[in-house]
Nanobody, 117 residues
Framework: QVQLVESGGGLVQPGGSLRLSCAASTDVFRLLTMGWYRQAPGNQRELVASLTPASITHYADSVEGRFTISRDNAKNMVYLQMTSLKPEDTAVYYC???????????WGQGTQVTVSS
């Protein structure tokens, strides 16, 4: 069973930065593809960034060059560094884990990010 707990959300002004963290309780963290998704009111949940066990990254076009996903396998942590934040980045951000070793994707409870002046 993989449990994911996000932290680091909050209110930030446009142009500001935030770092989200996701702690994973599992013995197979190094085998997991970790991702960050977000969902704004009225919108579908969308992939923001992902990072495979082989350190291959993928970013949504809307965040490319502004967000950086990283992981620390020794600490079972994944991070999302967000810079140059825009109001349209406002959403609940969810941590996700997926792998052939998991029966199904795992999700955290979400953390709210609000970008507003």
């Amino acid at each position: 069973q993989v449990q994911l707990v996000e932290s680091g959300g909050g209110l930030v002004q446009p142009g500001g930065s935030l770092r989200l963290s996701c702690a994973a309780s599992t013995d197979v963290f190094r085998l997991l593809t970790m991702g960050w998704y977000r969902q704004a009111p009225g919108n579908q949940r969308e992939l923001v960034a992902s990072l495979t066990p082989a350190s291959i990254t993928h970013y949504a076009d809307s965040v490319e060059g502004r967000f950086t996903i990283s992981r620390d396998n020794a600490k079972n942590m994944v991070y999302l560094q967000m810079t140059s934040l825009k109001p349209e980045d406002t959403a609940v951000y969810y941590c996700n884990a997926r792998s052939p070793v998991l029966a199904q994707d795992r999700w955290g409870q979400g953390t709210q990010v609000t970008v507003s002046s």
